[in-house]
């Protein structure tokens, strides 16, 4: 078992979750970490423009995936896996945050930016591996494919209007369940998106043994 990469030690769930209706809000999340992490790679591997290229599109990646997993995924986590599980992954998405607002002001070619990414891949693969073993399966028995497939395309709502430079905000499920007002437009994705309480329906919280 990887301690630094405990994403790679799940992959038959993994597999079958990437299986699921496109718009179901796991695979789409899995989806997006397996980019996520082909990305890390092309950052690391690249020179020149094309490792600039690469981190601009990881960084615009992270930005939304991890606004939209705030704002959608961690009330459904609260209701699944727990108010400290929810609470703990967004302590490192903010830290995180802090982390690659800081990488983005180097120069990617300097020994600096080298030892400070590494730490920072190790950081969001193992907190990508965290939600992967610990909030997905939670989400996948608490919550009906319905549920999913409706926070899937909510996910990809909220996506389209995130901001893609890290942002620093109070973390969504310390407010409660939210629900995105899409607004279609590239004015609006400049700003944030506009959201109220509210959700059809909650997801419940199920025993390991019920899974």
Do not use: Y
């Not at 615009?60 to 699944?80: F, Y």
């Not at 590494?118 to 399966?137: C, I, S, Y």
């Not at 909220?158 to 369940?177: L, N, Q, S, Y």
């Amino acid at each position: 078992m990887s301690a630094q990469f405990p994403e790679r030690d799940d992959e038959p769930r993994r597999e079958k979750a990437a299986e699921l209706p496109d718009d179901d809000v796991v695979g789409i999340l899995l989806r997006q970490h397996a980019r996520i992490r082909a990305l890390f790679g092309e950052v690391r591997g690249a020179e020149g423009a094309r490792k600039q290229d690469a981190f601009n599109e990881l960084r615009g990646l992270l930005a939304v995936h991890e606004t939209a997993e705030e704002m959608i995924v961690r009330p459904a986590a609260k209701d699944t896996a727990g108010e400290d599980e929810a609470h703990a992954r967004n302590a490192e998405k903010q830290e995180a945050n802090k982390v690659l607002a800081e990488l983005e002001k180097m120069d990617l070619s300097s020994q600096e930016f080298a030892v400070q990414f590494a730490q920072f891949q190790q950081d969001v693969l193992a907190h990508a591996g965290r939600e992967e073993a610990m909030e997905f399966p939670a989400l996948e028995a608490g919550c009906t494919p319905e549920q999913r497939q409706t926070m899937g395309r909510r996910l990809l709502t909220a996506e389209r209007a995130a901001p893609t430079h890290p942002r620093f905000a109070r973390a969504a499920v310390d407010a409660g369940p939210i629900r995105l007002l899409a607004g279609p437009g590239p004015r609006r994705a400049r700003h944030a998106p506009v959201i109220f309480p509210g959700r059809e329906a909650s997801c419940r919280r199920t025993s390991r043994t019920d899974t």
